[in-house]
């Protein structure tokens, strides 16, 4: 029994010094644990600094829109040749690089001790326009895209390449009160129609003021410059005429159409509410008739030679045409503001195709659509008030097309076989225009649509 009890008392000594070293073991483990929470945690701690930093870095915003496949977004859709390409859109001022602004300033003890804070790097973007209401569009010899902007009270002067922008601005450089119509001729001298000041104003190659026309003006919107006759035509809404100015002594000419209808006159001649404007290369003119639903088409004396359009609201029917152009083929694009669509004609007035189904924001979709503007370069622009931007379109011309039209023909027969017969062509969507001593109409081979 002695020797049970004296083994009893070992084993409890045992385990004793067996329970003493287990709490050092556990003493130091968790030690060791605490040490390596601590290490993690300065760890944690240094990563998020390195995460706060990175995220604190300018990073350029990115829209919806700069992430599409622009290549893509043409007129009309595969396999058809394509006769229409997006490019690009403008929102105002050239963004600033948000990449290179400087980083803000660490708070050092003094700040921190005083309460305040250092003072932070400026606001990249204060100072930065954006468009707000732009209508008139013009392009100089240089291929500079000018923009009428009545509510910033500016004209936005637009490098496509690069984006870099000047301006002419109310109240800096002129006085403007509601700006809306552009034109530049052939030496860069530019026009600008002030609706709500009755008078166009003229500045030089340079941007300085030379003149002012008020000679008859009530509210002259949307202009056009025949170059090879040295006409300038305007649109005015108040009068229902489209009045004729010597582009180069800036003296009044003639008019056409009959004055003070009250926007009531239907008769070919006649305007209600005319608002765009266009020359053709043999110096035609063209016009949008807002409320009388149609375009009318002059000849360089302003004798009538036809009228198209009826009102409606589907493509190929006018709500409320606006802009006006032609391109290097004859083409009359026209946008209409309550469709929120451009719609593509023949000489004869067949539609040929049209661009927009409903109001948007993404490419080739508009809100608030007002005026279109081609170059020389085949760039077709186009401005809307609602998003406050313009977006630049490239026409392919139907030289491009019938070559393009080649090429596949020919990829096609190198591709067919004896067993495999070659696929029907798909010729360009747009007929050759015929010239003025042609009889037969083309055919129309162009799709109703996108």
């Known amino acids: 029994m002695a020797q049970r009890i004296e083994l009893s008392e ?157 301006m002419i601005k109310n109240g800096k450089d002129a006085g403007f009160v509601l700006i809306n119509g552009l034109a530049i001729d052939d030496s860069d001298r530019l026009f600008v129609s002030d609706a709500q000041a009755h008078r166009i104003l003229v500045f030089d190659k340079n941007h300085k003021g030379e003149a002012a026309i008020t000679q008859g003006l009530v509210t002259p919107a949307g202009m056009a410059i ?58 035609n003119v063209y016009v949008t008739d807002m409320l009388n639903y149609r375009v009318e088409i002059f000849d360089a004396d302003g004798k009538f030679i036809r009228a198209f359009g009826k009102h409606g609201d589907g493509p190929g029917y006018f709500a409320m045409p606006k802009g006006i152009a032609v391109d290097c083929d004859g083409h009359i694009w026209v946008t209409d503001s309550m469709q929120n669509r451009i719609h593509l004609f023949s000489q004869e007035g067949d539609l040929l195709m049209y661009m927009g189904s409903q109001q948007g924001v993404l490419p080739g979709t508009f809100s608030g659509l007002q005026y279109i503007a081609i170059d020389k370069e085949n760039r077709v622009f186009t401005s809307e008030v609602y998003p406050g931007r313009v977006q630049m379109f490239r026409y392919v011309t139907q030289d491009e097309a019938q070559k393009e039209f080649a090429r596949r023909e020919a990829e096609k027969a190198n591709k067919t076989s004896a067993t495999k017969p070659a696929e029907k062509a798909i010729p360009p969507a747009f007929p050759t225009q015929p010239k003025k001593d042609d009889t037969a109409k083309p055919p129309d081979s162009a799709p109703k649509g996108m």
């Open 10 to 166: 070992e084993a409890k000594m045992i385990k004793q010094q067996d329970s003493v070293q287990w709490r050092k073991r556990r003493r130091g483990l968790a030690v060791l644990l605490a040490l390596g929470l601590i290490g993690a945690a300065f760890a944690l701690a240094g990563d998020q600094k390195k995460d706060k930093d990175k995220d604190s870095t300018p990073q350029k915003p990115v829209s919806i829109v700069d992430m599409i496949d622009k290549s893509k977004v043409v007129w009309p859709q595969p396999p058809n040749i394509a006769r229409v390409k997006y490019l690009d859109y403008f929102a105002g001022e050239k963004l600033p690089d948000f990449a290179a602004q400087p980083a803000k300033p660490k708070q050092n003890w003094m700040d921190r001790l005083a309460g305040t804070s250092p003072t932070g790097p400026a606001n990249p973007m204060r100072g930065h326009f954006f468009f707000g209401e732009p209508h008139g569009l013009a392009v100089d010899s240089k291929g500079k895209l000018y923009v009428a902007d009545g509510k910033v009270g500016a004209i936005f002067i637009i490098d496509p390449e690069t984006k870099d922008t000047q």
């Open 226 to 283: 025949d170059n090879e006759n040295r006409f300038l035509y305007v649109a005015d809404i108040g009068l229902d005429q489209v009045l004729v100015f010597d582009a180069d002594n800036l003296t009044r000419l003639r008019a056409i159409g009959t004055p003070d209808t009250k926007h009531m006159s239907t008769a070919v001649g006649d305007f209600s509410k005319p608002t765009g404007v266009a020359v053709d290369s043999e110096g």
